[in-house]
Each structure stands twice: as structure tokens, then as C-alpha cells.
């Protein structure tokens, strides 16, 4: 027969001193590594990318706008086929959003239209417009002044 009163169990304030980091430190070290992030997504395929900087983020949306506007240009309507088959305007057809979300900011992006129009827009689930649809470097202006970032060029 042990004798269990000899071993005494392990109690949360012995495992206390035991960490290298503390809670705290963890997490302010996590989140002082977040980077801007964008996720693309052209048609079906998404796209997500880390930046270094704000700027250099800004810029990589830029580089995917341009990629998206020729995409758009190739694009054709799609029909919606059902009990009722009708055409989508060009106007109203979305070929790609860019997304730019950044750490303790508001997320903000734009949306390429089939048209060749672009939509800066800002919020992850209730998106608002920042400006009506008009160019990529336009677009891009408005997301740069929301930001307070120079926009590229």
C-alpha cells in the first residue's frame, strides 16, 4: 500500500513560475508582429499576402488592381440560369476584391467591377463606399487618404 500523503499533489501555483514568458508578455509580443495583411480574391481563387509596411501594402494593392482591371476587361457576363434567366449588368458584375486589413484599424479594399470600374469601400462585414465607382488611381487616392498613407503611383 503507497502512502499517498507523502507526494503531495501538484497545485496551479507551482507551475506558476515554471514559463519562460508571461501571459502578458506573449501577447504583447504577438501583437506587436502583426503586419498588414491582404487577401485577394479574383473569381474563385483567394490570394493572402503579409506586407512589411503599410506603404509597401498599399502599393501590393495597386499591383493587384492592375491585374484585376485586366481581368475585368476579359470577363464576360455571366447569366443567371433558374426558373428566371436573366443578364447581369456589367455595372453590378464584381470580377475581384482586394482587401487590406491592418492591425487595430478598419478594414478597407476595393472592388473591380466587369465595367472597368473601381469601388474603394471600407468595413469587413458592412462595407461603405468611399467614393462612387470610378479609376484604379482615383480609388486607390481615396483608400490612401483614409489611411493617411501617400498614395503610389
Known sequence: MSDRSAVSPRRHRDYAGSRPHSRLALVASVCSRRKPRLIARLGSSVRREVCASESSALARLAELG???????????????????????DRSQLVVARIELRRPGCEACGIDVRADGTVLPFVGRWRRRALTSPGTLAAALAALAERAGLDAPH
Open 66 to 88: 492592375e491585374e484585376a482591371l485586366a481581368a475585368a476587361r476579359s470577363a464576360r457576363t455571366p447569366l443567371l440560369v433558374g426558373r428566371l434567366t436573366r443578364a447581369i
